[in-house]
């Protein structure tokens, strides 16, 4: 499967910003393949955050007009601008990618099949 990896993660006070990049091995075709970001809070199941396909997408209402996902599919990487960080957002920030064809992102997680390691994101007061 397609190998992915996060960068970008690291220590904020809140409101600050951080922008997270996710670089494929291999290119991967945005127009076939949806992909997003999911997050895992220390003691809590991981959940979706944002998601990104061809028709469309979604955000989680935790961090809609805070947070904006992009795909540069020339370049194969995934990005999530996160402005106007809170605490909350304190979590361990996973890439993913799609098992099929898929033209509309959800926040399912079983929709998606490839998954990076994760970038660890921490928000301070």
């Known amino acids: 499967r397609v190998q992915l990896v996060e960068s970008g993660g690291g220590s904020v006070q809140a409101g600050g910003s951080l922008r997270l990049s996710c670089a494929a091995s291999e290119y991967v075709d945005g127009n076939k393949y949806c992909m997003a970001w999911f997050r895992q809070p220390p003691g809590k199941e991981r959940e979706g955050v944002a998601a990104?396909?061809?028709?469309?997408?979604m955000y989680s209402d935790s961090v809609k007009g805070r947070f904006t996902i992009s795909f540069d599919n020339a370049k194969t990487t995934l990005y999530l601008q996160m402005n106007s960080l809170k605490p909350e957002d304190t979590a361990m920030y996973y890439c993913a990618v799609s098992l099929k064809f898929c033209e509309l992102g959800s926040l399912e997680l079983s929709e998606y099949g490839s998954w990076g390691q994760g970038t660890q994101v921490t928000v301070s007061s």
């Open positions: 990104y396909g061809r028709v469309g997408g």
